[in-house]
Structure formats: structure tokens, C-alpha cells
């Protein structure tokens, strides 16, 4: 057995990590122009003659890349969804469905409205939300359920979509980490009634805050430009205000970095997915790790990051803490993850706020996925060459072995 780096051993990886973010030339350009152009603002000032704003290019160009009718520029991916359950017409007191693994903007945006958050239990194999415990959650207040694409992965759409029909509810996705994914060959935010993305400096399109809402339904496109521009409506004049609304605008320069930044979505796209099959490869076979499954009905998995799991025998005995420590010693980049939405303080207490009851949702796969078994690699391993995704696999099955 290899001596571990934490007890004094040389560390598996040794080829540098990609970094994150990647800019060049295109960026410092397209900055300039907006700067030169005097409209740096999502509204209001002119632009000087012959500029063309970046703002409704970057929305035709992501609503065309995920196949979307409509897209609406925001501030970032939580205000996003909270636009998302206003547009689709929820009113303070409903009810959504959401999954309790996932970032704790998916339930605290609906909070946020006075939407109740309500959680479904994910799948073992995918952690994402399982389609089969949403209808239990069902009650005369649910209106929606969101879909979290977590790390790239499309959850299951259409038997979500079914039960969103049977049940008369919106289906939303939060698709914060899932850019250029699809399911079935349909781009993810285009599927169900709404779609949230975010451009936040972590996700797979970075332009330093952002966040886009896409639809295919004209209605829902102008209710959500319209609670982004403080109740305007689109052809109305500057202080007409029809309907209650926010200022939820991104700037121009967030759109130029952001413009910038699709040119090189794509490649970047590729590397994460050959980097992902060569580490599902590589640890495939490692004794005391256990990868997720990926529905054949993933056209497009945007890999924002490689999570996987301890076996359940094995994280009986190996704390997953201590796992991440030796990996994070071998020169791997190792998350722990996310901890139960279900029984965050904060989600437990706002909703008690607006409901005057203290609500528990049991969700036990994700309670002991969260404390026992759930890993996750970092986009820098992904973005990375060959050799060093060989050598963090290689240190995978070195800290797995030594236990
Ligand atoms: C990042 C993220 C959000 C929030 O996006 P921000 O732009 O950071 O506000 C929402 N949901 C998920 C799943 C995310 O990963």
C-alpha cells in the first residue's frame, strides 16, 4: 500500500489544476465597448450611435442555447427563481416542491415571496429529486415543483412533467449549474414552464453575478421582464407601472464578460465531459466508492461537478470528513457537499414565519447521502488535462484502499 501524503507520502497529483476563471482577449474587448458606449445599465441612458447592447444579445443568444423561446437577463440565479414562481402566477402562502439536496437558493428564493418551500426526498442513484415523492408532498396549496439540475445533471423531466400535469402544477428548473445540458434532446430551462440559470463566478458560465429566466410562453416572458423592471411593461412608458415589481437588472458589463465567456462554453463543455468519463473509468472498479447513474434520457450532462458517493457499507466505517482530509492532502480539490435543506435553521425558521408552524419534512436519503456518503470533485478537476485527471483518480483509490 502507498504511503498517504496527509502521513508524509508524495501526493498522487502533481500536474497543476486548470484555473478558474478563463478569460482573454475577447473579454478586455467587449468590456471596453460598453464602457466606450456610455450605456452601462440594463435601462435608461442611450447608447452612443452604432452600439449595439449586449444585454438583448446575450438573452437571444441563451434563450437559442437552450432552446428556449424567451430569456430575461437578472440580477442573479436566486433572484431567478423567485421571478420564476412569480411569473408563473404564485402568490405568498403557496406551496412548492423542491428537493432538500441542492443549494440553499432554491428553497430561501421562494421563502423570499412568502412561498413555502416543501421537500421531496431525492433518488439514491442520482441525488436528484425523486419524481416519486413528489406526489406524497402534494396538498391544496402546492402550485409548483422545481427541478434542480444538480451539477450538471438533468433530473427527471418527464416523469416530472407528468406529474406537474396531472396535478395542474408549474414545473420549474433550476438550472444554476446545468448550462448547455439537456434532456431528450431539449435544452434544459426550455422543457418545463420556466427555466433559472446563474452566471454566478462559480458556474459553468461566469460572468462574476448574473442570472437569466427562460420560457417558452410569451405570458410568462413579460411577467418576468416586468417584475425585473419595477412593473413596466415592455412597449410601456418609464413610469407606467402596471404590476408589482423590482429592479432585478444585470448591467452591460456583466453581459459583455458573459457574451465573451459562451464563445468558450462549448470547448469547455467537451473537456468536462471527456474528463468525466475517463474519471467514471478510472474509479469504476475502486472498492468503496460508488458512482452515481446517469438516466440514458441525459442528451447532455454539463458536468459542473463530478459528484459521487461512498459505498453504503464502507461509509459505515470510513468517515466521509476523513476521506475528503486524505484526498485534500493527495492534492485533490474534494467537497463534502451540501447539508439537508430539510433541516436548515434558516429554512426551518422563515418558514415558520410566514406559516406560524414549525414544518419537518423526513427526507432520509438525502439526511444520510449528506452526512455519510455524497463527494464531489471541483470544475477545476474537470477543466484540467489528462494527466491530472489520471492522478486524481489515482489518489481516489489510494485514500479509498488505505482504510
Ligand atoms: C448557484 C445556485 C443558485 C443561485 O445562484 P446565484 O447566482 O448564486 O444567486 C441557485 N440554485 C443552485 C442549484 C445553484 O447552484
Redesign the pocket.
Known amino acids: 500500500m502507498e504511503k498517504l501524503a496527509i502521513d508524509g507520502g508524495t501526493p498522487a497529483r502533481r500536474t497543476p489544476l486548470a484555473e478558474w476563471p478563463i478569460y482573454g482577449e475577447l473579454e478586455l474587448k467587449l468590456l471596453k465597448e460598453v464602457l466606450e458606449s456610455g450605456k452601462w445599465g440594463g435601462a435608461g441612458a442611450a447608447a452612443k450611435a452604432g452600439y449595439e447592447p449586449k444585454l438583448p444579445l446575450l438573452e437571444r443568444k441563451f434563450a437559442e442555447l437552450q432552446n428556449a423561446a424567451h430569456a430575461v437577463s437578472v440580477?442573479?440565479?436566486?433572484?431567478?427563481?423567485t421571478v420564476a414562481l412569480q411569473a408563473a402566477g404564485l402568490k405568498p402562502g403557496d406551496e412548492v416542491i423542491v428537493p432538500p439536496y441542492?443549494?440553499?437558493?432554491?428553497a430561501s428564493?421562494a421563502l423570499a415571496y412568502g412561498i413555502i418551500p416543501v421537500f421531496a426526498d431525492i433518488e439514491e442513484h442520482t441525488l436528484l429529486i425523486d419524481p416519486e415523492k413528489v406526489e406524497e408532498r402534494i396538498t391544496p396549496k402546492t402550485k409548483a415543483i422545481i427541478a434542480?439540475?444538480?451539477a450538471g445533471a438533468p433530473a427527471n423531466m418527464t416523469r416530472l412533467g407528468q406529474i406537474a400535469a396531472k396535478h395542474g402544477l408549474k414545473l420549474i428548473e433550476?438550472?444554476?449549474?446545468a448550462v448547455g445540458a439537456s434532456w431528450e434532446g431539449k435544452g434544459v430551462g426550455a422543457i418545463g414552464d420556466l427555466g433559472?440559470f446563474?452566471?454566478?463566478s462559480?458556474?459553468n458560465l461566469n460572468a462574476g453575478?448574473?442570472?437569466i429566466v427562460t420560457t417558452n410562453n410569451r405570458e410568462y416572458w413579460e411577467n418576468a421582464w416586468s417584475i425585473c423592471n419595477v412593473g413596466r411593461i415592455p412597449s410601456g412608458g418609464w413610469y407606467q407601472h402596471e404590476r408589482f415589481g423590482q429592479n432585478y437588472r444585470m448591467t452591460e458589463f456583466q453581459a459583455a464578460i458573459a457574451l465573451a465567456q459562451m464563445t468558450r462554453l462549448e470547448e469547455q463543455m467537451a473537456r468536462r465531459e471527456r474528463n468525466a468519463k475517463l474519471l467514471t473509468e478510472l474509479l469504476a472498479d475502486v472498492e468503496g466508492i460508488r458512482l452515481l447513474e446517469d438516466d440514458p434520457r441525459i442528451t447532455r450532462h454539463a458536468y459542473?461537478l463530478y459528484m459521487f458517493k461512498l459505498e453504503r457499507s464502507f461509509a459505515e466505517r470510513v468517515d466521509k470528513a476523513d476521506f475528503a482530509r486524505k484526498a485534500a492532502a493527495e492534492g485533490v480539490p474534494i467537497s463534502t457537499g451540501y447539508i439537508p435543506l430539510n433541516r436548515n435553521v434558516s429554512i426551518v425558521e422563515t418558514t415558520k414565519m410566514w406559516t406560524g408552524e414549525e414544518r419537518v419534512y423526513e427526507c432520509p436519503v438525502c439526511e444520510r447521502i449528506c452526512e455519510k456518503e455524497a463527494l464531489w470533485l471541483t470544475q477545476n478537476v474537470l477543466l484540467s488535462d489528462e494527466a491530472a485527471v489520471r492522478e486524481t483518480a489515482h489518489a481516489l483509490r489510494k485514500v479509498a484502499e488505505s482504510y
Open positions: 440580477v442573479n440565479g436566486t433572484v431567478a427563481i441542492t443549494f440553499i437558493a432554491t428564493a434542480v439540475h444538480l433550476d438550472a444554476a449549474q433559472t446563474s452566471l454566478q462559480s458556474k453575478e448574473g442570472g459542473h
